[in-house]
Structures are given as structure tokens and as C-alpha cells.
């Protein structure tokens, strides 16, 4: 009938080969930017932690995946133990990835949804899941003052498309909040990606200006999208907001650094309060070293970390890193969380 029998010496040696990752041909052709057999060992880690997987990556609109990188790591990461639970992509479109990418990913999950910037948009953020889950609430996701009024708030946005239309006329985003279940309970997650208002300020109105932004915040887009997305999770999330809700994970691309010359941002701050931060220390996850010389852009004199994972008290961290995976002028991250210890925390 064409099929291949083995003896049982054949098959004791597939499933040894199997058991020490032989046959599994993903992670070790992962590629890197930096030193693979850190980047692998961070990567095991969280492949032997117990609890929900989280990976999330922007994968600029596929600008830097010419040759093929994407692809290439989302195809191995996804066909090997390292799978996660949840994979979400920012910056994301139809033509970002191959076909074949495209195949593997909708082959091993069975649930995926894609919400665009705005309406009508082509990008956005795409979530794909090994388990169900359920779009709650979507919404635009405003960068004006939350106390102005329409009027106010449509002059607002006219005063800095005409000081920049090319860079702010990429600045609407879309709010969306899940559900789904991990160990048996109910959670929410909401994947972002933020808007990114450095250059624009940089432009129209000096390094001063962006300086004291960067640092102090205040009067500035992305911290009125900042505070506009915490309302919209406090008010869904029910009694106790964001803290003491609903069980919360928050991730994305939120473009407020953790920390700048050893300082941390006062947009960082607003964003992150009441919230933990997936995973230790500093690993930083913009420019990476593969965009080097192929546009990818900062500011700053250095690279920082502005993709985050934060949760609510409802979970607990399990591990947690940034993979320097070659592709995109991010990199992702990974992260495992579970329900915390406390049960009196969940409300299910």
C-alpha cells in the first residue's frame, strides 16, 4: 500500500530522535541576529515553562522580509515544540509573508482573527490561536485629549496633519478586546500597536520639543493614545479596572521605551501602572541590527524596548524574553503567564 513499517529497534530510535529534538529541524534553523545559542537557550526556557505562550512580533508590513527571514522563523518556530498558544503579528498584511508561511500558520491554528489600523486599512494586527476565542469590543482608538470636545479634537488632529500629513496620516489605530480561557478560566487580552509620533514632533517642531516629549511627556499624541486605551480597558474590564478587574493581558507594540539614558519615560509610566511586565530586565526589542542599513529608522542613539507584554494582578509571570530573530527591524517577544496562585482573584 506504499506506507513504511518499521521494527521495533526503528522505532525506539525515531522517538529518541524525536525526544532530543533531532527530527524536529524548527528551532535549530531559527535565524538570529545575535548569538544563536543564547537566543536558543532563552527560547528553551520558556518552551519547558508551564502556562499560556505568548508571542508577539511586528513584523513591519513585511518591508524587510525580501529575503524570506519571516517566513523562514515563523515557519520553524510554528512547526516545532517552541509553538505558542497565542501568535500575534503588528504591522501586519496580507503580502508579509509567503504563502507557505501563510499555510503552516492557518495548518497548526485553528482560530485567527485581523482587525487594520482603521477602516478599510490593509494593515493592522492579525491574532492566531491554538484555542477559541472571542472578539469582545473594538473600537477606534483616538490620540486626541480625552477632555476636548469633537470640535476640539477634530481641530487637534487637523493642526498636526497639517504639520506632517505624510508621517500622521498613519497614526489611526483600532482598541480591540478578547476573550478566551487558559487552565479553565475566562481572561481578556488586547494586542496594540500604538502610534509613533517622534519623527513628526522631531520635524515640526525641533529636538527640544521631542526631548522633553520622550522624557516628560504631556502634550503629545501618543500619550493621549495612551491614556484613551487604558479608559477603554478600565471601562471594560468592569469593577476595578485594569488592576483589580477582569484578568487583563495587555500586548503590542506601544512605542513608549521602559527606559532611555537609564530613565524611564513618563509615557512608559502612565502605560504600565497597575500592570506587570512579562519578562525581566531590559532586552531591547527596536532597531534591530538586521534593519541596519535597509531603513529601518530611530531617533535615538541606541536601541530601546517599546514591544511589551504587561498582565493584571490575575496572573502570575512565568518567563519571559526577547528572541533576536532576524526579519524585521523589531524583535519579538515571548512570554508565559498563568493564572496566579490566588484563587480569590478570580471571579469565575
Known amino acids: 500500500m506504499g506506507y513504511l513499517k518499521l521494527n521495533i529497534f526503528q522505532t525506539l530510535l525515531l522517538a529518541l530522535a524525536m525526544g532530543m529534538g533531532l527530527c524536529e529541524g524548527g528551532v535549530n534553523d531559527l535565524i538570529f541576529d545575535g548569538n544563536k545559542t543564547l537566543n536558543l537557550r532563552h527560547l528553551q526556557k520558556v518552551t519547558d515553562a508551564e502556562g499560556l505562550k505568548i508571542f508577539w512580533w511586528n513584523v513591519a508590513w513585511g518591508g524587510f522580509n525580501l529575503d524570506g527571514h519571516v517566513n523562514h522563523n515563523l515557519v ?13 503579528l503588528g504591522e501586519f498584511k496580507d503580502s508579509a509573508i509567503s504563502s507557505h508561511a501563510w499555510t503552516v500558520l492557518r ?14 486599512d490593509e494593515v493592522g494586527v492579525i491574532t492566531f490561536s491554538l484555542t477559541p476565542f472571542t472578539r469582545e469590543v473594538q473600537r477606534g482608538l483616538d490620540w486626541t485629549p480625552l477632555d476636548r470636545n469633537m470640535v476640539e479634537r477634530e481641530a487637534y488632529k487637523k493642526s498636526w496633519l ?11 489605530r483600532a482598541y480591540v478586546l478578547y ?3 487558559v487552565m479553565g478560566k475566562k481572561y481578556y487580552f488586547s494586542p496594540v500597536h500604538l502610534l509613533e509620533p517622534w519623527e513628526a514632533i522631531n520635524q515640526s517642531e525641533g529636538k527640544i520639543t521631542l526631548i522633553y516629549n520622550m522624557f516628560f511627556g504631556g502634550d503629545n499624541p501618543l500619550d493621549y493614545q495612551i491614556a484613551r486605551y487604558r479608559s477603554f480597558l478600565n471601562y471594560d474590564l468592569g469593577a476595578g479596572g485594569i488592576q483589580n478587574g477582569q484578568p487583563l493581558i495587555a500586548i503590542g507594540d506601544f512605542n513608549a521605551p521602559k527606559e532611555i539614558f537609564l530613565m524611564t519615560p513618563d509615557s512608559y509610566n502612565s502605560l504600565s501602572r497597575g500592570l506587570t511586565e512579562g519578562f525581566w530586565g531590559n532586552q531591547n526589542t527596536f532597531p534591530s ?27 502570575e509571570k512565568v518567563g519571559g524574553t526577547a528572541l533576536e530573530f532576524t526579519g524585521s527591524d523589531h524583535y519579538p517577544i515571548y512570554v508565559v503567564v498563568k493564572p496566579a496562585t490566588s484563587s480569590s482573584w478570580w471571579p469565575f
Open 179 to 181: 476573550s478566551s480561557t
Open 289 to 315: 541590527r538586521y534593519a541596519e542599513g535597509k531603513s529601518g529608522r530611530s531617533l535615538l542613539p541606541m536601541s530601546v524596548k517599546i514591544d511589551h507584554v504587561f498582565f493584571n494582578k490575575k496572573f
Open 107 to 120: 495548518r497548526h491554528y485553528a482560530y485567527s482573527d485581523f482587525v487594520p489600523y482603521s477602516p478599510g
Open 76 to 88: 520553524n518556530l510554528v512547526e516545532s515544540s517552541s509553538r505558542p498558544d497565542l501568535l500575534i
Open 162 to 172: 497639517d504639520k506632517n500629513y505624510n508621517e500622521v496620516r498613519h497614526w489611526d
